[in-house]
């Protein structure tokens, strides 16, 4: 399964709304996960299962959709907010990833 | 604190092999599948392997199938990586990261919700 990731990159100001798109080359229902990942680091996770917002993580981030289209929205950029976003379809091997999109900052 | 820690990496010739370590704390290893996932230098992630909880099943990424081996050793807590046959395009830091949820089947939609530092793998002639 092939995951697109729109944009690939994306420049935005501290407070604007963002979202990424994740669509899926074939139907994986909700088994999609979004990490953030900062230079440097190891990826985290942010949302699970679509929609999941994981232990810790700002409210801000809201993930939605099923089916083959997804997205991660980030409701008000923070400064720590920019990094890259991947999303990973969990529904078969080989659990592949999106190419990334990476948010700068305007 | 669960924790992962990778080692083992370095720098190799091609054709040559190396084996990844990667050190599970504050959980129990053999309670939750396992992966390794692989970054080159300035691209996106990759899925390369999997273990099972029980570790009675394993899948490999094409690009690694039939020269990476997974595995585990349950008295060490530790997780495995072995790569025979290195090539030029397995330059990458290498993560190994836990899946959320013990005891699942290697087929659940589990997330990686912990994931190690990463350790530093160049084949390079």
């Known amino acids: 399964i092939q995951l697109t990731q729109s944009p690939s990159s994306l420049s935005a100001s501290v407070g604007d709304r963002v979202t990424i798109t994740c669509r899926a080359s074939?139907?994986?229902?909700?088994?999609l996960a979004w990490y953030q990942q900062k230079p440097g680091k190891a990826p985290k996770l942010l949302i699970s299962?679509?929609?999941t917002l994981q232990s810790g993580v700002p409210s801000r981030f809201s993930g939605s959709g099923s089916g083959a289209d997804f997205t991660l929205t980030i409701s008000s950029l923070q400064p720590e907010d920019f990094a890259t976003y991947y999303c990973?379809?969990?529904?078969?091997?080989?659990?592949?990833f999106g190419q990334g999109t990476k948010l700068e900052i305007k | 604190q669960v924790q992962l820690v990778e080692s083992g990496g370095g720098v190799v010739q091609p054709g040559r092999s190396l084996r990844l370590s990667c050190a599970a704390s504050?959980?129990?290893?053999?309670?939750?599948?396992m992966h390794w996932v692989r970054q080159a230098p300035g691209k996106g992630l990759e899925w390369v392997a999997v273990?099972?909880?029980?570790?009675?099943?394993?899948y490999y990424a094409d690009s690694v199938k039939g020269r990476f081996t997974i595995s585990r050793d349950t008295s060490k807590n530790t997780l495995y990586l072995q790569m025979n046959s290195l090539r030029t395009e397995d330059t990458a830091m290498f993560y190994c990261?836990?899946?959320?949820?013990?005891?699942?089947?290697?087929?659940?939609?589990?997330?990686?919700?912990?994931w190690g530092q990463g350790t530093m793998v160049t084949v390079s002639s």
């Open positions: 273990i099972s909880f029980d570790g009675s099943d394993k």
């Open positions: 074939r139907g994986i229902s909700s088994y």
């Open positions: 990973q379809q969990l529904n078969s091997y080989p659990r592949t």
């Open positions: 299962a679509a929609s």
């Open positions: 990261a836990k899946v959320s949820l013990g005891f699942g089947a290697i087929h659940m939609p589990d997330a990686f919700d912990v």
């Open positions: 504050g959980f129990t290893l053999s309670n939750y599948g």
